[in-house]
């Protein structure tokens, strides 16, 4: 019984290390209907009316181009649980983007981190056809022990940025 326990516990740590936190939709193809945030609740009957004309299904109908938008988006990828590091020392972090099939542009990382943390490299470029990048994160020896956000910036080269948390829990060295 406590083996089949531990190999069920080791099972589930495996899973929830290669689980990744996803971003909403960035780059030229994003827009406000595809990504997750709610939509803002309607004014009801009680709005104000306007001098503008109302919506006719002309206003509303599709681009003649028949991508759809989300073709031309990418999301980030960052760990979804903390990552350990002692004080002063260096672990790599995996970070990666998905593409749409569209999608081809490079995507600039940038690391909003607090003090005490280097990221290196500091700005790596995923170039089209790169999905995947290694940065090492290092703690300085007098980092405050505990969990620390630092914020991953992904830009691409036209189109909405996207932005997501990645938590490092910093450990007394060994």
């Given amino acids: 019984m406590r083996v089949l326990f531990g190999l069920a516990l080791a099972t589930s740590a495996i899973l929830l290390a290669s689980c990744a936190q996803e971003s909403i939709p960035g780059g030229p193809g994003a827009t406000a209907t595809n990504d997750t945030v709610e939509p803002a609740p309607s004014a ?3 709005a104000p009316a306007t001098d503008q004309p109302a919506a006719t299904p002309a206003d509303n109908a599709a681009p003649a181009d028949t991508t ?3 073709d031309n988006t990418f999301t980030l990828k960052v760990p979804s649980t903390s990552t350990g590091i002692a004080r002063g020392s260096a672990e790599d972090v995996s970070l ?5 099939s569209a999608f081809d542009q490079a995507v600039t990382l940038k690391f909003e981190a607090p003090p005490g943390f280097k990221m290196n490299p500091d700005n790596p470029k ?3 056809g790169t ?3 290694t940065v090492g994160v290092e703690v300085a020896e007098d980092a405050p022990l505990g969990e620390h956000q630092i ?3 992904a ?3 036209s189109g909405r940025a996207v932005q997501l948390p990645m ?8």
């Fill in 131 to 133: 999905n995947k990048v």
């Fill in 96 to 100: 990666s983007i998905d593409r749409g």
């Fill in 126 to 128: 995923l170039e089209a």
């Fill in 68 to 70: 759809d938008s989300t």
């Fill in 167 to 174: 938590v490092i829990e910093v450990e007394e060295k060994s």
């Fill in 44 to 46: 009801g009957p009680t």
């Fill in 155 to 157: 830009t691409p080269e």
């Fill in 151 to 153: 914020r991953v910036i």
